[in-house]
């Protein structure tokens, strides 16, 4: 995927906000790798307050635990950066907030941190809806540390618009 500019993440979250304003859907990130640009992107068009639920940072295991309720048994067997922890996240930040829509990003966006099994540009992001199943996919990006995230942001922003169709 080509890296987007910032107005091409604006643009997208201006139709993620009127796709959901529109079905009358909140939404709610919860962010690790990321560190809040998800929710910076979508708090940065104006109106958001009318869509927009609130946005969680859980970088640690600890918060992850404390502020999404993933289980520290989770964290144990199978990492941070996994698809059992993301959806964990996920649910989570649909029990913990009022919003109908939820993304949530965990995964090693560089430089260091990466191994074999789970290298740099690791991403595992989930999409879930109020009442429904999460859908998780992991991503492989390429680039720097910004690359990497960017390209994160932009994923979720697109899986969130297509939970909304």
């Given at each position: 995927m080509p890296e987007l500019s910032d107005p091409e993440l604006h643009r997208l979250a201006e139709s993620l906000g009127r796709a959901a304003q529109a079905q009358r859907l909140s939404v709610v990130t919860a962010e690790s790798c990321t560190g809040g640009w998800i929710a910076k992107t979508l708090t940065d068009v104006t109106g958001a307050s009318s869509w927009f639920e609130c946005g969680l940072v859980a970088y640690s295991y600890e918060a992850k635990q404390a502020?999404?309720?993933?289980?520290p048994h989770t964290?144990?067997?199978?990492?941070a950066v996994s698809r059992e922890t993301?959806?964990?996240?996920?649910s989570g930040a649909l029990v913990h907030s009022g919003a109908g829509l939820a993304v949530a990003v965990t995964g090693i966006a560089g430089p260091g941190g990466g191994t074999d099994e789970k290298p740099v540009g690791t991403v595992w992001i989930a999409w879930k809806r109020r009442g429904g199943y999460p859908k998780a996919q992991m991503f492989h990006f390429d680039g720097d540390r910004d690359a990497?995230?960017?390209?994160?942001?932009?994923?979720s922003l697109e899986g969130l618009f297509t939970l909304i169709e």
């Open positions: 502020l999404l309720g993933v289980n964290l144990e067997q199978h990492g993301v959806t964990e996240m996920v990497v995230r960017r390209q994160t942001v932009a994923r």
